[in-house]
């Protein structure tokens, strides 16, 4: 696993030949630049420099600086936040929501937050932080998936039960600039589930 502690990045390491190692530095590279200076810091001469490669390499795998963009951020979602399946799913959704909170108090986590709020409609950045908020729902689906086949959980839509889980977090983390403890997740989480389970009046 490779740490960047100074950007708060940290990216688990893939095998795979020079050209896999290349484009992990490449990744690694963009991800950094984007938690230092913002989405608008990453050119190809700037990834290029800190990845310790050619402009032309990294052109040649990513011709669109957008497809980089996207697979930068879509590569530090998925070692980042994740929705453990210990068959207890109230522990498990208090780890979803400590990893979300540990994500957004990153500087890339922010930056990518920032830059969505600030975006135009049209902005790429505003679907590339779609992607990586549907790499979230992903995790947390499958989880929700095996609740309910369990008897867990009711039928419920993890995107509806994404918002209200998420939704503490991020006041907390981004506005308030305050840590989310573990005690405050396990009240967010028993709040929403205890209103998922609890019996029509």
């Not at 200076?37 to 800190?50: E, I, N, P, R, S």
């Not at 709020?117 to 902005?123: E, L, P, Y």
Request: one cysteine or more; glycine letters at 4%; charged letters at 25%.
């Amino acid at each position: 696993m490779a740490a960047h502690e100074e950007s708060g990045v940290t990216i688990r390491s893939r095998p795979g030949g020079r050209t896999a190692r290349v484009s992990e530095q490449v990744l690694t590279a963009t991800t950094e630049l984007i938690a230092q200076h913002g989405v608008a810091a990453v050119t190809y001469d700037a990834v290029a420099k800190l990845a310790g490669t050619s402009r032309a390499t990294v052109y040649r795998k990513w011709p669109e600086r957008d497809d980089l963009l996207k697979d930068a951020l879509m590569r530090f979602a998925e070692s980042s936040v994740s929705a453990p399946d210990t068959g207890d799913v109230r522990s498990d959704i208090v780890e979803f929501l400590c990893s979300i909170s540990d994500t957004l108090a990153t500087p890339i986590g922010r930056a990518i937050v920032n830059a969505s709020i600030v975006a135009d409609a049209d902005d790429p950045i505003r679907q590339l932080s779609n992607d990586v908020l549907q790499a979230r729902l992903g995790a947390l689906q499958h989880r929700i998936d095996t609740a309910v086949e369990s008897g867990e959980l009711p039928p419920v839509d993890a995107s509806f039960l994404n918002t209200m889980l998420a939704a503490p977090v991020y006041l907390l983390v981004m506005r308030d600039r305050r840590p989310l403890t573990r005690e405050l997740a396990r009240r967010i989480a028993h709040t929403v589930l205890h209103g998922l389970t609890a019996p029509a009046p």
